[in-house]
């Protein structure tokens, strides 16, 4: 495996920081989400039902695999860059098959949001059957499902031949490809092993990433903290207002 750790101080956008950061918090995010899922039954019916008994609990499991797939972009990307180095074609198809495929689990977690607040708004029943009717219904994000199941296993590709993942981390990352991807899916053995397995291989990377190069001052440390909690706290704020 090729070492990288010289050029962490001068990584490409998205920076050694959010990228390290992302690597090591998206993948627990997911993997937590995935577990206060595993209880209930896979299919929608059940997870309406599920909601309907314990709305905070699922209401925490999809944010957290929601906050978890966001956050997954700049892992992606500063992946992308270290195969890049080497294998730039392989980069180009993994990281963009997979940033296509987060953009449609994205939208599909817009769908479980709505309904869910169908739950709430027409009741168990009412809300099973409108969710019946219209699910399969077809939508431009549609094309986009195969992208992330055939992205992870290019870019697991992508990071053996490039050498910007050991062995263990490739196969682990290639197992991304078993997690189902559609609106209101519940967690399964699968999932939780295929969401683990991400852990394994981004983990390691991530830390690595964050312990080369220089830290920065603590005035500019803690003044970026201070700053981007204001900014996250604005965004919330208009976020709500809106």
Same mark, same amino acid.
């Given at each position: ?7 962490? &101080?001068?990584?490409?956008f ?6 390290? $950061?992302? @690597?090591?918090?998206? /993948? ?6 995935? =577990?206060?899922?595993?209880?209930? &039954?896979?299919?929608? /019916? ?13 209401? !925490? ?7 978890? +797939? ?5 892992? =992606?990307?500063?992946?992308? +860059? ?24 994205? *939208?599909?977690s817009? $769908? ?7 739950? +709430? ?18 939508? =431009?994000?549609?094309t986009?499902?195969?992208? $992330? ?6 870019? #697991?590709?992508?990071?053996? =031949? ?15 490809? #078993?997690?189902? $991807? ?27 990433i964050? #312990?080369?190069? !220089? ?5 500019? *440390?803690w ?11 604005? *965004?919330?704020? @208009?976020?709500?207002?809106?």
């Amino acid at each position: 495996m090729k070492t990288f750790e010289n050029n962490f &101080d001068h990584f490409p956008f998205p920076g050694r920081w959010l990228g390290g $950061i992302s @690597l090591v918090l998206a /993948p627990v995010l997911l993997l937590v989400g995935e =577990i206060l899922k595993l209880r209930f &039954d896979f299919f929608f /019916p059940e997870q309406l039902r599920a909601y309907q008994s314990h709305p905070k609990l699922m209401f !925490t499991a999809y944010s957290l695999f929601l906050a978890g +797939n966001m956050l997954l972009w700049p892992a =992606i990307v500063t992946l992308a +860059n270290l195969i890049g180095r080497e294998k730039p074609v392989w980069a180009v198809w993994g990281g963009s098959l997979v940033l296509f495929g987060l953009f449609a689990r994205t *939208f599909h977690s817009g $769908i479980n949001h709505l309904a869910f607040q169908l739950v +709430n708004i027409l009741s168990l029943p009412r809300a099973t059957e409108v969710v019946a009717h219209s699910y399969g219904a077809f939508h =431009i994000v549609s094309t986009l499902s195969g992208a $992330i199941l055939f992205g992870w296993a290019v870019l #697991a590709v992508g990071a053996w =031949i490039s050498g910007a993942l050991r062995p263990f981390q490739v196969v682990a990352l290639a197992m991304m490809s #078993a997690l189902m $991807i559609g609106v209101l899916k519940g967690g399964t053995v699968m999932s939780v092993i295929a969401t683990g397995c991400l852990c394994i291989a981004f983990l390691p990377l991530g830390a690595r990433i964050l #312990a080369q190069g !220089t830290m920065p001052p603590a005035r500019i *440390f803690w003044g970026w903290v201070i700053f981007s909690t204001a900014v996250i706290g604005l *965004f919330f704020f @208009l976020g709500q207002a809106g």
